[in-house]
């Protein structure tokens, strides 16, 4: 996945960087951040701008969101022997002791189990206590996850807005004008064909942090699952 991520900066860095030089050839010394400022007003501030705002919003959730999923991923293996061989050695405490120094989710689900053991109860309230604090994890791994979908769907949807719009007025454009020549309705085609790329783009962007974010959670909730089983396995042998 990290070969994966590490490809598309690489693509995005050479895809805006022809999208620049490209500019930079057909509109001589404008440069690209003039030119995508003036096609920005040239499509309206209205709805450009609250696409731009569903765009900011997205990322600041995206790139939260993996900051947060990285911080979460641990090597579970890893984990699972050190309490297995602190159960061995120290007993509970210890293995209480090393999920506790140690950061994610499956660290704190083991705590959870590790902690019915501790108090005395048997192997099934650990096993039922996993299984909650499990959901609840999750729940805070898919946090705003939904509202990245939201601005996915948002923004196309605003872009072809922002096209309706700028049809009408091109017809009205007709009609105050009484000609349907070029040049009286290509202000009105122009707002609605940017309105609608501008949208667009916005949201395959967000699409394609949306799909790693899913895929991060998919992983971390797998490996959550077959480390909370073997978690199971170890306090059963520990109970006999």
Same mark, same amino acid.
């Given at each position: 996945?990290?070969?994966?991520?590490?490809?598309?900066?690489?693509?995005?860095?050479?895809?805006f960087?022809?999208?620049? #030089?490209?500019?930079?050839?057909?509109?001589?010394?404008?440069?690209?951040?003039?030119?995508?400022?003036?096609?920005?007003?040239?499509?309206?501030?209205?709805?450009?701008?609250?696409?731009?705002?569903?765009?900011?919003?997205?990322?600041?959730?995206?790139?939260?969101?993996?900051?947060?999923?990285?911080?979460?991923?641990?090597?579970?293996?890893?984990?699972?022997?050190?309490?297995?061989?602190?159960?061995?050695?120290?007993?509970?405490?210890?293995?209480?002791?090393?999920?506790?120094?140690?950061?994610?989710?499956?660290?704190?689900?083991?705590?959870?189990?590790?902690?019915?053991?501790?108090?005395?109860?048997?192997?099934e309230a650990?096993?039922?206590?996993?299984?909650?604090?499990?959901?609840?994890?999750?729940?805070?791994?898919?946090?705003?996850?939904?509202?990245? #979908?939201?601005?996915?769907?948002?923004?196309?949807?605003?872009?072809?807005?922002?096209?309706?719009?700028?049809?009408?007025?091109?017809?009205?454009?007709?009609?105050?004008?009484?000609?349907?020549?070029?040049?009286?309705?290509?202000?009105?085609?122009?707002?609605?064909?940017?309105?609608?790329?501008?949208?667009?783009?916005?949201?395959?962007?967000?699409?394609?942090?949306?799909?790693?974010?899913?895929?991060?959670?998919d992983?971390?909730?797998?490996?959550?699952?077959?480390a909370?089983?073997?978690?199971?396995?170890?306090?059963?042998?520990?109970?006999?």
């Amino acid at each position: 996945m990290k070969k994966a991520v590490n490809f598309l900066t690489v693509f995005g860095f050479m895809f805006f960087g022809a999208i620049q #030089s490209t500019f930079a050839q057909e509109t001589g010394d404008v440069s690209f951040r003039q030119e995508l400022k003036i096609r920005f007003i040239e499509g309206g501030p209205f709805f450009m701008g609250i696409v731009l705002i569903a765009l900011i919003l997205g990322l600041a959730i995206a790139i939260e969101r993996i900051i947060y999923l990285n911080m979460a991923t641990t090597n579970a293996k890893k984990l699972v022997a050190s309490v297995d061989e602190a159960l061995s050695s120290g007993g509970v405490e210890a293995a209480k002791e090393i999920c506790r120094n140690t950061k994610g989710p499956v660290a704190s689900i083991f705590y959870q189990g590790l902690k019915r053991i501790g108090d005395g109860e048997g192997v099934e309230a650990a096993e039922k206590a996993v299984v909650g604090y499990g959901g609840v994890q999750m729940g805070l791994l898919e946090k705003n996850i939904s509202w990245l #979908s939201l601005f996915i769907a948002l923004a196309p949807m605003l872009g072809f807005m922002g096209t309706v719009i700028g049809m009408i007025g091109a017809f009205d454009a007709i009609a105050a004008a009484n000609d349907i020549s070029p040049g009286v309705v290509a202000v009105g085609i122009k707002v609605a064909l940017l309105t609608t790329v501008f949208g667009l783009v916005v949201a395959i962007i967000l699409q394609i942090f949306y799909n790693y974010i899913v895929s991060k959670v998919d992983s971390i909730v797998n490996s959550m699952e077959d480390a909370s089983i073997s978690l199971i396995d170890l306090l059963v042998n520990y109970k006999k």
